[in-house]
């Protein structure tokens, strides 16, 4: 039995040389066909309708043919599973009715159970039926918010620019911040077990913020929690996909904490996030979004410089460097993964070649 193309690419075993392609927050708003299923039902009630939430997944792998589904939820589903009282408001993101600030805070964030997510566990079940079963081509990336990202949102009430409040309350209280992050870490983990116990084939951390932080932060209050997240998953066995924003400075750490890929965002381009990260991980990445919008010849040419680059790590699983712009052209996308699977497996071989002849010189 072979491999899925994004499976065999995470695990640095991929003889034929693929170029699997899927893009962070394919389903949603750049896609007519999700305007429509998603009229007059807001965000969170549409995470908890398990037949909603299967059309919407599907919706991006039968337009684009991309090689993976991206489970349809958000980062803050557990915690309003939990219990907390939160809303995601169009156009701003996740809107905390109480922010979390002071050590009594915590008793809002009990434990997640699996029976708190069973529309999760039915949703996954129903999209891994439509995708053809476990050892479908196309498999179905489950994810959760790591505990850093998840705690910007928490402790400063909503989306923020520059994490002022997280940050003091992180170095200002670290017996707090550990705890709070505790907590987080035992959600995600929770989270992402869920999905995979429900056949979800990898998974990707979140940890979207983090490139806000010096590396010597996110080592010392970052890591460990994460790390925790990971290392728990890697029981199970899938691939663990690791992606923040912003993040070239701390790239080696987000592999460490237990990544088996690491996602990468447009600042860096992949080879030189091949240096930085070692030869030990796959990466996954990193088409700046804004390039959807040029004209197709300059686009296309920086969809094959990605590919290039991407060659120097024994797996490359090509995505933007972040989500899918709204007002991207459903079109452009499509074309963009046609252009992956036709050209892609050459443009890797010589560029594998290539290197290869430098190296023997
Ligand atoms: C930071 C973060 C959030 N949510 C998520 C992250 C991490 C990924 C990232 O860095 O972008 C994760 C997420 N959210 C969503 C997905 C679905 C799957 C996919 O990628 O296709 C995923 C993986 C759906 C969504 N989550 C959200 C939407 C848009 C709202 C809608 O369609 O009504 C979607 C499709 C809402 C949301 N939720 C959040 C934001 C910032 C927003 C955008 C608010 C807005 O611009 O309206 C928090």
């Given at each position: 039995?072979?491999?899925?193309?994004?499976?065999?690419?995470?695990?640095?075993?991929?003889?034929?040389?693929?170029?699997?392609?899927?893009?962070?927050?394919?389903?949603?708003?750049?896609?007519?066909?999700?305007?429509?299923?998603?009229?007059?039902?807001?965000?969170?009630?549409?995470?908890a309708m398990p037949d909603l939430v299967r059309e919407i997944t599907m919706q991006p792998v039968r337009r684009h043919g991309v090689d993976a589904a991206i489970f349809y939820s958000d980062i803050v589903v557990p915690i309003k599973?939990?219990?907390?009282?939160?809303?995601?408001?169009?156009?701003?993101?996740?809107?905390?009715?109480?922010?979390?600030?002071?050590?009594?805070?915590?008793?809002?964030?009990?434990?997640?159970?699996?029976?708190?997510?069973?529309?999760?566990?039915?949703?996954?079940?129903?999209?891994?039926?439509?995708?053809?079963?476990?050892?479908?081509?196309?498999?179905?990336?489950?994810?959760?918010?790591?505990?850093?990202?998840?705690?910007?949102?928490?402790?400063?009430?909503g989306p923020s620019k520059d994490y002022a409040r997280t940050k003091a309350l992180m170095l200002g209280d670290p017996d707090l911040w550990h705890g709070l992050c505790s907590r987080l870490a035992q959600i995600s983990r929770v989270?992402?077990?869920?999905?995979?116990?429900?056949?979800?084939?990898?998974?990707?951390?979140?940890?979207?913020?983090?490139?806000?932080?010096?590396?010597?932060?996110?080592?010392?209050?970052?890591?460990?929690?994460?790390?925790?997240?990971?290392?728990?998953?890697?029981?199970?066995?899938?691939?663990?996909?690791?992606?923040?924003?912003?993040?070239?400075?701390?790239?080696?750490?987000?592999?460490?904490?237990?990544?088996?890929?690491?996602?990468?965002?447009?600042?860096?381009?992949?080879?030189e996030a091949a240096r930085r990260v070692g030869p030990a991980y796959a990466l996954q990445g990193n088409l700046d979004p804004a390039l959807l919008g040029a004209p197709w010849e300059v686009l296309a040419e920086r969809v094959r410089?990605?590919?290039?680059?991407?060659?120097?790590?024994?797996?490359?699983?090509?995505?933007?460097?972040?989500?899918?712009?709204?007002?991207?052209?459903?079109?452009?996308?499509?074309?963009?993964?046609?252009?992956?699977?036709?050209?892609?497996?050459?443009?890797?071989?010589?560029?594998?070649?290539?290197?290869?002849?430098?190296?023997?010189?």
């Open positions: 039995m072979t491999d899925a193309p994004l499976l065999a690419a995470a695990r640095r075993n991929n003889p034929d040389d693929a170029v699997p392609v899927w893009f962070m927050r394919q389903a949603g708003r750049s896609l007519p066909e999700y305007r429509e299923v998603r009229e007059g039902i807001a965000m969170l009630d549409a995470c599973a939990v219990g907390l009282d939160l809303e995601i408001t169009p156009g701003i993101g996740p809107v905390i009715a109480e922010p979390i600030r002071e050590r009594a805070d915590l008793d809002r964030l009990p434990e997640l159970t699996p029976d708190m997510v069973g529309y999760v566990s039915e949703a996954v079940g129903l999209i891994v039926a439509e995708l053809g079963g476990p050892d479908s081509a196309v498999p179905l990336i489950g994810f959760a918010g790591a505990p850093f990202t998840l705690a910007s949102y928490l402790i400063e009430g989270f992402l077990e869920v999905q995979v116990a429900a056949g979800a084939q990898a998974v990707q951390l979140f940890d979207s913020w983090a490139g806000s932080l010096p590396a010597r932060d996110y080592e010392r209050y970052v890591m460990p929690h994460s790390a925790e997240v990971l290392s728990a998953l890697g029981a199970t066995g899938v691939p663990r996909i690791h992606f923040g924003v912003g993040t070239g400075e701390l790239l080696p750490l987000m592999g460490a904490a237990g990544a088996d890929v690491v996602g990468v965002d447009w600042r860096i381009p992949l080879d410089d990605v590919i290039r680059a991407g060659a120097a790590a024994d797996g490359h699983i090509f995505n933007l460097g972040h989500g899918v712009p709204p007002k991207a052209d459903p079109a452009t996308l499509s074309r963009v993964v046609e252009l992956i699977h036709t050209e892609g497996p050459e443009l890797r071989r010589a560029a594998r070649a290539a290197a290869g002849r430098k190296d023997d010189q």
